[in-house]
């Protein structure tokens, strides 16, 4: 399919590179800033556009990897009748994009995608649209990117995006505080990577709840009041620390 790419940033950067290597022709890219766009663009080897006013009608399928506010912007903007529009948000609704194409919908990466990514990872695909006929033909467009493709309409979506921002972006927050206290204890925080690997790695054969381990999990207060006495300095840490412990302890999702 000929594709044209709305958007510079880390989705456009990395689901172009994917859409290149399926062997679709991108037509465009087109983004708001010089430098980036040219920069982009000159990586995926396609001509550029600045502004969606550029947007050229010569393409089948639009993905509009824009940040999620722009992408009511561009809704209001753009119009694109008769082609394919796709958006890349886990939190915004399918229809957003209808006052811009009929044929349009969703096509959501359920991943965290950085520009420089190399290699690209494995991208599971969540997809949706406002017509089932423009269904398959995304199912058809993402199939060609992952080998993982599923239907997911927007609350499902919403709560997939919710639940990627606990495994994401809240463990992420924690590598942030375990780091931030081996850099002032003056402690290695590489010597932990091989328990996150360890850890992480576990979960694709046992459910979260069978691989906790730890004090909280064998009510060991004796080492837990060792650890609070020693984070006695690090008041943000020592809350998330309470926290979880007395929610590992009641073992709970409530
Ligand atoms: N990154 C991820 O891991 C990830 C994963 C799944 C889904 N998503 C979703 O994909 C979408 C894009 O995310 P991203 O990570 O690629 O964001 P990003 O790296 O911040 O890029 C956002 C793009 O939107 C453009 N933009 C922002 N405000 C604009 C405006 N007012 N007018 C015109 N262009 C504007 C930016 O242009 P400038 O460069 O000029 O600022 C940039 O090209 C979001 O809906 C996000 O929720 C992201």
Request: overall charge negative.
């Given at each position: 399919m000929r594709v044209v790419i709305i958007g510079s940033g880390n989705v456009a950067s990395v689901l172009g590179r994917r859409i290149l290597l399926a062997g679709h022709?991108?037509?465009?890219?087109v983004g708001r800033h010089p430098g980036r766009t040219a920069l982009l663009a000159g990586q995926l080897g396609c001509p550029y556009g600045l502004g969606w006013?550029?947007?050229?009608?010569?393409?089948?399928?639009?993905?509009?990897?824009?940040?999620?506010?722009?992408?009511?912007?561009?809704?209001?903007?753009?119009?694109?009748?008769?082609?394919?529009?796709?958006?890349?948000?886990g939190a915004v609704p399918c229809?957003?994009?209808l006052s811009c194409s009929r044929?349009?919908?969703?096509?959501?990466?359920?991943?965290?995608?950085?520009?420089?990514?190399?290699?690209?990872?494995?991208?599971?695909?969540?997809?949706?649209?406002?017509?089932p006929g423009d269904l398959e033909r995304i199912v058809s467009f993402a199939g060609?990117?992952?080998?993982?493709?599923?239907?997911?309409?927007?609350?499902?979506r919403l709560k997939l995006h919710l639940a990627g921002v606990l495994v994401n972006n809240f463990t992420n927050h924690l590598y942030t505080q375990a780091a931030a206290f081996c850099e002032a204890e003056g402690i290695d925080f590489d010597l932990l990577l091989p328990?996150?690997?360890?850890?992480?790695?576990?979960?694709?054969?046992?459910?979260?709840a069978e691989a906790q381990t730890g004090p909280a999990a064998r009510r060991d207060q004796r080492t837990i009041d060792t650890h609070l006495e020693l984070l006695n300095n690090y008041k943000n840490i020592r809350e998330l620390y309470k926290l979880f412990t007395i929610q590992i302890e009641e073992n709970g999702i409530a």
């Amino acid at each position: 399919m000929r594709v044209v790419i709305i958007g510079s940033g880390n989705v456009a950067s990395v689901l172009g590179r994917r859409i290149l290597l399926a062997g679709h022709p991108i037509v465009q890219l087109v983004g708001r800033h010089p430098g980036r766009t040219a920069l982009l663009a000159g990586q995926l080897g396609c001509p550029y556009g600045l502004g969606w006013a550029a947007i050229t009608p010569d393409a089948e399928f639009y993905l509009v990897a824009l940040s999620d506010s722009a992408l009511f912007a561009f809704a209001a903007d753009v119009t694109l009748p008769g082609k394919l529009v796709a958006h890349t948000a886990g939190a915004v609704p399918c229809n957003v994009l209808l006052s811009c194409s009929r044929h349009s919908g969703v096509l959501y990466p359920l991943q965290s995608l950085r520009k420089g990514t190399d290699p690209i990872p494995e991208i599971p695909i969540l997809i949706d649209a406002n017509d089932p006929g423009d269904l398959e033909r995304i199912v058809s467009f993402a199939g060609t990117l992952s080998d993982t493709v599923r239907m997911a309409d927007d609350p499902t979506r919403l709560k997939l995006h919710l639940a990627g921002v606990l495994v994401n972006n809240f463990t992420n927050h924690l590598y942030t505080q375990a780091a931030a206290f081996c850099e002032a204890e003056g402690i290695d925080f590489d010597l932990l990577l091989p328990l996150i690997r360890e850890t992480a790695g576990r979960l694709s054969y046992m459910h979260p709840a069978e691989a906790q381990t730890g004090p909280a999990a064998r009510r060991d207060q004796r080492t837990i009041d060792t650890h609070l006495e020693l984070l006695n300095n690090y008041k943000n840490i020592r809350e998330l620390y309470k926290l979880f412990t007395i929610q590992i302890e009641e073992n709970g999702i409530a």
